[in-house]
């Protein structure tokens, strides 16, 4: 039964974020907290990280044929996100106040996202300086690799609430920005010991499954606005799985 509750939630999880570039770690981390409460952490991490690499290489791809996005965009958050993320991967830094800031700050972008844009022009700006990418990738990565996740739910929203990216855009960027993190997690894991993975087969590919569905859809059919909500949609889900850690 736990199986057949992981597979469809799984699916649906995995088609949501795909849809806006992300793999889905924050959701499968509050379903298998939710359906395998006794499930140890390491192996729920993995689970979610390897996961993770599986949709957002799904995403990468539908989106990059959907020419959203260049590698251009994309590589001067991935110089710092990933050795941040593989030294964050290494570290077991979990204290409360950091969840529930942490949990504010996305509660805070989803709101946003879910609002109209006004009067402000719907074109992005460009690209900030390479230095504040920089920063931003370093500091988001080594987040995402204390989390145990990818990092889309928080460059996203960076990307599309400071014009630097169009909602397409910002789905590719993060796919990409995702996939690698994702890689350098798993790696961190497995030099310190702690690959382990905790779900059947059957789950995973209805993981894989959902996340071409949504990779498809918002790489070809569904609107900027769209993608805005359903990543708002996206960020709420986390806040929901950040606020079962803490209890």
Known sequence: MNEVMLALGFFVVALLYASVGHGGATGYLALLALVMPTLPHHEAATTAL???????????????????????????????????AFLGGWMRITPQLFSMLLMVGLFAAAIRLMLPMGSQPTAPTAMPRAAVCLGVGGIVGWVSGVVGIGGGVFLSPLLILL?????????????C????????????????????????????????????????????????????????IVLGVACFKIGLSMF
């Open 177 to 232: 920005f995702v996939w690698f993190n994702s890689l350098a997690g798993l790696l961190a894991r497995a030099t310190s010991g702690q690959l382990a993975i905790g779900v059947f087969i059957v789950p995973m590919l209805t993981a894989l499954a959902g996340g071409l569905l949504g990779a498809s859809l918002g790489a070809w059919r569904w609107r900027s606005l769209t993608l805005n909500r359903l990543l708002a």
């Open 163 to 175: 014009r630097w990216a169009s909602p397409r855009e910002t789905a590719g960027i993060a796919a």
């Open 50 to 84: 390897l996961l993770n690499t599986m949709v957002s290489g799904v995403a990468l791809v539908q989106f990059s044929r959907a020419g959203a996005w260049s590698f251009r965009q994309a590589a001067p958050f991935l110089i710092a996100s990933v050795p941040a």
